[in-house]
Structures are given as C-alpha cells and as structure tokens.
C-alpha cells in the first residue's frame, strides 16, 4: 500500500482533481521549516540543475505573476491552526508537464541554496506520474 499523501486543492478552472500532492515525509520537513521561517511557498520552474527541482521560499519572497500557473493549495497545519501552502509552475513548464500528476517527495541530499530545506541536508523532488484522461489548459 502507498504511504498516505495530502493532495493539493483544486485550483485550475474547469478541473475537479488535484494535480500535486505532498508525502508525508515532504508534509514533516514543510512543519519544521514553516517553524523556522514562518508561511511557506514552492515555485518549480523549467530548466535543467536545480531548475527542474521544487523550490521551498518563504511566501512572497517568490513574486509570481502571468507566466505562473496556481497548480494547488495545501493546509500543511492542524485544524484549529492553518498553515496555507500553495504550489506554482512556470507556465512553459506546465505544457510540458500538464499531462502530469506531481508529488513533492523528500530525499537525503542539499537542495538549492535558494531553495529553504538546503540547510536541513535533505531536499525536494518531484515524482511524476502520468495522467490518462485529457485534461484543458489553463
């Protein structure tokens, strides 16, 4: 059985499914670093290097805008404390990967040291998979 995820909410219009999810894993490490530096965001980009890896600022340290797409809201926090969380794209990533569901997923290793989980020798990926149903295009 798979280990347990949060999905996201559903942000895209017309959409009734989460495209990103957290592990559990990913879900502890974004409690201990919104401990450490208050709301958090993550921001994935296109590119190679760290480029291709999920990027963790604090929120707003980030400026989106009209080349970013909202792929979906996470409440990392406990029911009568909410820690909002949300998951942006570069638009030119999203056609790339818009035919894909996404997973925030933790392994041992320095992320980015743009990127907040650099100092906690751990760091973000993405875990793809697949979707087998058309889905539109923000």
Sequence with gaps: MDAPRL????????????????????????????????????????????????????????????SDVLLGRFD?????????????????QFDYWSHTHLTVDVVPGRGSGFSVESPEGKRFLIRSTLMDWNVPKP
């Design 7 to 66: 999905d996201a909410a559903v942000t895209l219009s017309g959409e009734d499914f989460s495209r990103v999810a957290l592990t559990a894993a990913a879900v502890e490490l974004l409690k201990k670093l919104w401990d450490q530096h208050g709301p958090l965001m993550f921001h994935q980009s296109g590119g190679c290097c760290d480029g291709s890896s999920p990027m963790c600022y604090p929120a707003g340290e980030f400026l989106t805008g009209d």
């Design 76 to 92: 990392i926090g406990a029911e009568d404390c909410p820690q909002p969380l949300e998951f942006w794209m570069s638009r030119e």
